[in-house]
């Protein structure tokens, strides 16, 4: 085993640290690099969650560019 095999992984349905593929992958969150690091998963989930909300928000917001100006009508 070597790479995401021997890093940890926070089981979303026990809510336990796992060194190592223990779970079937649906149920993982990770790979991270400490046991500690995976037991912060769900902090660590919502606050990325935030921050993707919160991009999105800002590239769905208007822009603050002046509007355009109307193109001329050809047939006026």
Do not use: C, Q
């Not at 085993?1 to 979303?12: C, Q, T």
């Not at 349905?13 to 992958?25: L, Q």
């Not at 993982?28 to 500690?36: I, L």
């Not at 912060?40 to 935030?50: C, D, K, M």
Request: proline content about 9%; hydrophobic content about 30%; overall charge negative.
């Amino acid at each position: 085993m070597s790479g995401d095999a021997e890093k940890y992984w926070y089981n979303l349905t026990t809510g336990e640290v796992e060194h190592g593929y223990v779970s079937p992958h649906v149920d993982r969150a990770g790979p991270f690099d400490t046991a500690e690091e995976a037991a912060r998963a769900p902090e660590i989930i919502r606050e990325r969650s935030r921050a993707w909300a919160e991009e999105d928000r800002r590239d769905d917001a208007p822009s603050s560019a002046p509007p355009a100006e109307p193109l001329e009508n050809d047939e006026n």
